[in-house]
């Protein structure tokens, strides 16, 4: 078999529509577009969310609740997990190599879920209440930036 020799099935073509081929052909003169505006023009592209000029449904729904501008977005991580690394010296850097956080520039809140045995040096944007205490009372230092 030849790809050259190789035809579709019949009925599974349609002959495309030729526009603006005399009045005979169906689709002569305005060539389907309709008469005048926009639409008619070439160039014209309407976009998926134009709705011919009404006013547009973002617009048209009411506005709804409140974001903050200035809040402060942290990366928490349990001092359970900070145990389980089994290291002394813990900060941002040493948290994102290990995968508890994403990044070491933003910040990390350390929360006190779990508890401390070793003694721990952490250094982080902010601490719990109950988090400080357990990593003090272990004898350890939490450093807040």
């Known amino acids: 078999m030849k790809l050259n020799a ?55 729904l009411p506005m709804r609740g409140f974001k903050n501008i200035f809040k402060k977005e942290f990366q928490i991580v349990n001092i359970d997990s900070i145990e389980a690394l089994g290291l002394e010296e813990v900060n941002a850097q040493t948290l994102m190599d290990n995968g508890l956080i994403r990044s070491a520039l933003k910040p990390v809140k350390i929360l006190g879920n779990g508890d401390v045995k070793s003694k721990i040096n952490l250094t982080a944007t902010v601490f719990s209440k109950s988090a400080k205490e357990k990593i003090e009372k272990a004898g350890g230092t939490a450093t807040e930036l």
Not at 6 to 19: C, E, N, Q, Y
Not at 32 to 50: C, E, I, L, P, V
């Open 6 to 60: 190789i035809s579709p099935l019949p009925g599974s073509t349609k002959t495309r529509k030729r526009v603006g081929r005399g009045h005979g052909s169906g689709l002569g003169k305005s060539a389907g577009r309709g008469d005048k505006g926009a639409g008619q023009r070439s160039g014209f592209k309407r976009r998926t969310w134009f709705e011919g000029g009404q006013m547009p449904l973002a617009r048209r």
